[in-house]
Each structure stands twice: as structure tokens, then as C-alpha cells.
């Protein structure tokens, strides 16, 4: 993670790497609640296990070019809320499109 200075960042945007690919989520994702403004806002694309065909490939995936398990959107969830992070997200297939807002 770069240093950032004190002037806390108002907005966060992570592409699919970073939540898909990180081994340590909890860890990644608190050091960006530290780096984000009281009132900021973090949006984040990630690829997920939901129940279809393309799951297997997806876990196979992984496996071989990260090293990481495929994750559910629960497993997600429980990431975001044990971090105290309200999130909001929209699934289309396979794909997962999260939002988080601190202190809307």
C-alpha cells in the first residue's frame, strides 16, 4: 500500500485484482478504511462463486493464477461487516459490484 499523507482520501476505486486476488482481505481492506475521509466512499468489482456453472472454472482460476479461493458474496459480507463497513453491492452473474459509503 503507498503512503498517503494526512489528508484522508474522499473517494477509493479498486478495480477486480484487488479484492479478488488479495489472500488477506481483512487486512487490505482495513488499511483503505484508514486511508479514506470520514465520509468517504469506497467502490470495488470483484468476481465471485454464485451458484453457476462458470463457479468451477472461476475456483480453478484462482487457484492456479493467485493462489486464492473463489469467495461467495457472504464471505464478502462478513469481511465488510466484522471491518464495521455498511456495504451495498449488485450481482450480475458472476460478477459483484460493491459500494461502501462511511457515515452516509
Given at each position: 500500500?503507498?503512503?498517503?499523507?494526512?489528508?484522508?482520501?474522499?473517494?477509493?476505486?479498486?478495480?477486480?485484482?484487488?479484492?479478488?486476488?488479495?489472500?488477506?482481505?481483512?487486512?487490505?481492506?482495513?488499511?483503505?478504511?484508514?486511508?479514506?475521509?470520514?465520509?468517504?466512499?469506497?467502490?470495488?468489482?470483484?468476481?465471485?462463486?454464485?451458484n453457476r456453472r462458470a463457479d468451477k472454472n472461476l475456483?480453478?482460476?484462482?487457484?492456479?493464477?493467485?493462489?486464492?479461493?473463489?469467495?461467495?458474496?457472504?464471505?464478502?459480507q462478513a469481511v465488510f461487516d466484522e471491518l464495521g463497513?455498511?456495504?451495498?453491492?449488485?450481482?450480475?452473474?458472476?460478477?459483484?459490484?460493491?459500494?461502501?459509503?462511511?457515515?452516509?
Amino acid at each position: 500500500m503507498p503512503i498517503i499523507d494526512e489528508s484522508r482520501l474522499s473517494e477509493i476505486l479498486l478495480g477486480i485484482e484487488f479484492v479478488t486476488c488479495s489472500n488477506d482481505l481483512k487486512s487490505a481492506t482495513l488499511g483503505l478504511k484508514t486511508a479514506l475521509a470520514e465520509k468517504g466512499s469506497m467502490s470495488f468489482t470483484t468476481l465471485i462463486k454464485n451458484n453457476r456453472r462458470a463457479d468451477k472454472n472461476l475456483a480453478w482460476m484462482l487457484k492456479k493464477t493467485s493462489g486464492v479461493d473463489a469467495r461467495d458474496i457472504g464471505q464478502l459480507q462478513a469481511v465488510f461487516d466484522e471491518l464495521g463497513l455498511p456495504v451495498k453491492y449488485e450481482i450480475k452473474g458472476n460478477m459483484a459490484f460493491i459500494n461502501c459509503v462511511l457515515n452516509s
